[in-house]
């Protein structure tokens, strides 16, 4: 038959040579970037929840909303795209994800699927996209508070250099970064339309900052070896067990009083923490599996779960008071 013959010279290099320049699947570039994690920009429908009826539905506000998940989603791609570049680099990645199977995190760089010059490609391309579509968002809100404008492009400057340039995350400042860079998934939307901060848009950036950081700290006690050797100095690479179960449950413990604060002044709907029990529960189970059993990977599954629930709490409760 024609498929048992021999192929001419050359033709399996040809073959090869085919595979390689055979352009990597978008499904890559998407796990580099972890566009497939949507918890990272939640903030953004929640934002929209604490607007006034006349703002939620104007066209101005769609489009700043729009504006605003193109950033988000953009600054977060690249930041994570940079991450796994320096992830390549120092062997990091290969330490830590090896021989561990986790929700949401796929290592292309590490397979094989992509090149180190293709994440980079795709990291500096976001980079643009990120700063043209906050120039856009800035000039359609335009005036605006300068601490928002100056708030912004810190917390764009910060995450690129997460794990890249200044390498943040390696000095200590990650937790703080993931933090921050999420909260700002509500506070910098709600800014842009309602041109400045509330009360209510501030306690609630907070609970969704420190709900994402129950989720990394978890991720950050299972790579706490790895870490070290890379001297990546997470809280959990530069504490002891026992004093990085401390933090764990201050973390914790912020949100809890984060949210008890906001009830007690008012701005956080009354029915709120009937609304989040579900959430906490699983929060309470995560501790458990987490601190007392030190299985961190299902406590970190458990957080996303948790920061879901908890989510949908505030989305439900600000649409009920927004109707009143």
């Given at each position: 038959m024609a498929s048992d013959l021999p192929l001419p010279p050359g033709a399996r290099a040809a073959e090869r040579l085919a595979v390689r320049r055979r352009p990597p699947p978008v499904a890559a570039f998407v796990e580099l970037g972890k566009?497939?994690?949507?918890?990272?920009?939640?903030?953004?429908?929640?934002?929209?929840?604490?607007?006034?009826?006349?703002?939620?539905f104007s066209p101005r506000t769609l489009l700043l909303l729009a504006l605003a998940l193109l950033l988000k989603a953009a600054t977060s791609s690249a930041a994570l795209a940079l991450d796994d570049v320096s992830g390549l680099r120092d062997g990091l990645d290969l330490r830590n994800y090896g021989d561990t199977d986790r929700y949401a995190v796929h290592k292309p760089l590490i397979d094989g699927r992509l090149s180190e010059r293709q994440a980079l490609a795709f990291a500096w391309l976001a980079v643009g996209i990120g700063l043209l579509s906050m120039a856009a968002a800035f000039a359609v809100a335009w005036p605006l508070p300068s601490w928002l404008v100056a708030g912004e492009l810190l917390v764009f400057i910060l995450a690129l250099n997460y794990s890249y340039g200044l390498?943040?995350?390696?000095?200590?400042?990650g937790e703080l970064i993931t933090a921050v860079a999420v909260g700002s998934t509500l506070l910098v939307p709600y800014?842009?339309?309602a041109g400045g901060a509330s009360t209510a848009a501030l306690v609630q950036s907070g609970l969704i900052g420190l709900w994402m950081l129950q989720i990394a700290v978890f991720s950050n006690s299972q790579d706490r070896a790895?870490?070290?050797?890379?001297?990546?100095?997470?809280?959990?690479?530069?504490?002891?067990a026992r004093g990085n179960a401390v933090f764990i449950l201050c973390v914790f413990a912020a949100s809890a009083a984060l949210l008890a604060w906001g009830i007690r002044l008012g701005v956080l709907g009354p029915w709120l923490l009937v609304a989040l029990l579900p959430a906490l529960a699983l929060q309470a189970r995560q501790i458990w599996l987490g601190v007392a059993r030190g299985q961190w990977l299902a406590a970190r599954l458990l957080g996303f779960e948790a920061f879901r629930l908890a989510v949908a709490a505030l989305l439900v409760v600000n649409l009920v008071v927004r109707a009143r």
């Amino acid at each position: 038959m024609a498929s048992d013959l021999p192929l001419p010279p050359g033709a399996r290099a040809a073959e090869r040579l085919a595979v390689r320049r055979r352009p990597p699947p978008v499904a890559a570039f998407v796990e580099l970037g972890k566009l497939n994690v949507f918890e990272l920009w939640f903030g953004i429908p929640v934002a929209w929840t604490l607007l006034s009826q006349e703002e939620a539905f104007s066209p101005r506000t769609l489009l700043l909303l729009a504006l605003a998940l193109l950033l988000k989603a953009a600054t977060s791609s690249a930041a994570l795209a940079l991450d796994d570049v320096s992830g390549l680099r120092d062997g990091l990645d290969l330490r830590n994800y090896g021989d561990t199977d986790r929700y949401a995190v796929h290592k292309p760089l590490i397979d094989g699927r992509l090149s180190e010059r293709q994440a980079l490609a795709f990291a500096w391309l976001a980079v643009g996209i990120g700063l043209l579509s906050m120039a856009a968002a800035f000039a359609v809100a335009w005036p605006l508070p300068s601490w928002l404008v100056a708030g912004e492009l810190l917390v764009f400057i910060l995450a690129l250099n997460y794990s890249y340039g200044l390498k943040l995350s390696y000095r200590g400042a990650g937790e703080l970064i993931t933090a921050v860079a999420v909260g700002s998934t509500l506070l910098v939307p709600y800014a842009l339309v309602a041109g400045g901060a509330s009360t209510a848009a501030l306690v609630q950036s907070g609970l969704i900052g420190l709900w994402m950081l129950q989720i990394a700290v978890f991720s950050n006690s299972q790579d706490r070896a790895g870490d070290r050797d890379a001297r990546r100095w997470t809280v959990a690479a530069m504490a002891s067990a026992r004093g990085n179960a401390v933090f764990i449950l201050c973390v914790f413990a912020a949100s809890a009083a984060l949210l008890a604060w906001g009830i007690r002044l008012g701005v956080l709907g009354p029915w709120l923490l009937v609304a989040l029990l579900p959430a906490l529960a699983l929060q309470a189970r995560q501790i458990w599996l987490g601190v007392a059993r030190g299985q961190w990977l299902a406590a970190r599954l458990l957080g996303f779960e948790a920061f879901r629930l908890a989510v949908a709490a505030l989305l439900v409760v600000n649409l009920v008071v927004r109707a009143r």
